[in-house]
């Protein structure tokens, strides 16, 4: 069995954590806009999680994923890091209010688009590196 070890770093709340943020977003690079955090969302969480929300109605949605995904919606996009610019883009004052709209607007899009996996899949596609022919 291989075991690989990853320096440890430290968080500004002073908590000690290993690679495992790796692919949270780096604070300059949160999305700032509605638009952009349901890009991040959609190109980020499981196809089963987003499966799911289409199923429950909205009183029920609210309430089942406000620790859970509205948790993992806060702590991903910077709320808590002090990304004000999508606090302001949203409305909201704190970060437990923010989650909401940014659910709320993540279901609209999945329901409006019934091609999201084909969207999903083009979001998740590498970027080309240029074009091979130039100098």
Known sequence: M?????KARSSPCGAI????????????NYPATLDAAVAYCLKTLP???LDGLLRPPHEELVINHHFGLGMWIRNRLGLWQGNRA?????????PDDASEP???ALVDYLRKHPDWKLRRRLLRAPKPKGDASAP
């Open 17 to 28: 954590y290993f690679g495992h943020t790796d692919f949270m977003p780096r604070p300059k």
């Open 47 to 49: 196809v089963k999680t």
């Open 86 to 94: 999508l606090l302001e883009a949203v409305g909201a004052w704190h």
């Open 102 to 104: 940014i659910l709320d």
């Open 2 to 6: 291989r075991v690989v070890l990853r």
